[in-house]
């Protein structure tokens, strides 16, 4: 490790040059190609007749204006059953059809939930209620299988899947909880996704996605613990968000450790930051304050910034990708964040996507290779 000042790298990071200041950081920085947006909001959003304007204030489809400043590739998320009607199988078909006529790669993010599934909190789907280990393997396969295969079969392939959404301690909990350090039933569902998903279309690749860019020593946890168990994947996705987890130094350790570590691709698979440390509903946003990151004001200009740190920090660690999570979900009444109460709550995202409130993108944001 240098022994040059955290000050030094973190500015190092932040302008691009890692690599000049640490001597052992990658010759040449890596390209993105994987420059995306989760869109998942984005259906329901239209369906309520929303707006989007480009940078040069015309109405125009969101997806073109995503590709326009830099978008290659759309995230999707896929719940076994909402109440809300959004975010299932037929909605995702929808969806994943809009991706790909606009030239876009897909990747479909599996909670394997009827809701929302982070490290906090991974539910079994209503339908799985009461299943042990055995039948949710067979759960995890053939659903994986069923969504693939009916992706495929109206020619829009998924080209990765996430198999979980941050699943830090586990997914399908309880049965696929990390407890005591056990990975063994983890990783018979991990397998079950790996090998649903290989058997539909060999090319797409899988993913395991945890919140674990805060600490190096998490993510060796995990991806160690699962790889004593025989689990296969493609690429390591990490979630990033600088108010939870850490500095941008830290970011890129995390990131060059766990590529070299397991020797795959790595994708921070969701990063966000506020435009505004206001609220435009009675939702109270998630993230809040004038300046969450010290450094970066929560402004058009400070949202902007931060995204090129982040992208400049994953290029230089040597990452593939990085997605920015839900930028199209302004503040529309009735795409509220509870699927059981789509139309009685509100957006805590509002102040994070990159659109403000009356659907014009800030013009700074863009994805870069």
């Known amino acids: 490790m240098s022994r040059t000042p955290l000050a030094a790298l973190v500015g190092a990071v932040l302008l691009g040059t890692f690599a000049a200041v640490v001597p052992s950081a990658p010759a040449a920085a890596a390209t993105l190609t ?122 829009t392939t998924p080209d990765s899947v996430q198999i979980g959404n941050e699943i830090n301690v586990g997914m399908l909990w309880n049965e696929g909880k990390v407890v005591n350090n056990d990975f063994t039933n983890l990783s018979l569902l991990l397998k079950a996704g790996y090998n649903a998903t290989k058997a539909c279309n060999s090319g797409t690749k899988v993913i395991i996605h945890t919140a674990n860019a805060d600490s190096d020593a998490h993510a060796r946890w995990f991806y160690d613990g699962i790889t004593a168990k025989g689990v296969t994947w493609d690429i390591t996705g990490l979630s990033y968000y600088c108010m939870w987890h850490g500095d941008l130094a830290n970011l890129y350790f995390v990131i060059s450790d766990v590529k070299s570590r397991y020797g795959k691709p790595v994708v921070l698979a969701e990063t966000a930051y506020p435009f505004t440390a206001a609220n435009a509903d009675g ?73 403000d409130w009356t659907g014009h993108v800030n013009p700074n944001v863009v994805w870069t290779p």
Not at 321 to 326: A, M, P
């Open 34 to 155: 994987m420059r995306g947006a989760d869109v998942s909001s984005l259906r329901r959003s239209l369906d309520l007749g929303a707006r989007y304007y480009n940078a040069a204030g015309a109405a125009a489809d969101p997806l073109d204006v995503l590709k326009s400043a830099g978008v290659n590739y759309a995230r999707l998320r896929i719940w076994n059953s909402p109440a809300s009607g959004y975010n299932n199988l037929s909605k995702v078909l929808l969806d994943a059809k809009a991706v790909k006529a606009k030239g876009l790669a897909l990747m479909i993010d599996f909670h394997y939930s009827d809701t929302w599934a982070d490290p906090g909190k991974q539910y079994k789907p209503a339908a799985w209620a009461g299943h042990p280990i055995g039948t949710l393997q067979s759960d995890v396969y053939n659903y994986t299988y069923q969504v693939c295969t009916a992706l495929k079969a109206q020619g």
């Open 283 to 355: 939702e109270a946003n998630s993230v809040n304050g004038s300046a969450p990151c010290s450094g970066y004001p929560a402004t058009w200009a400070g949202q902007a910034t931060n995204f090129t740190h982040v992208q400049n920090t994953a290029r230089n660690a040597g990452a593939a990708g990085v997605f920015y999570w839900e930028p199209t979900w302004y503040a529309v009444p009735g795409n509220g964040w509870d699927p059981a109460n789509i139309n009685g709550t509100g957006n805590q995202w509002d102040n994070m996507a990159i659109f």
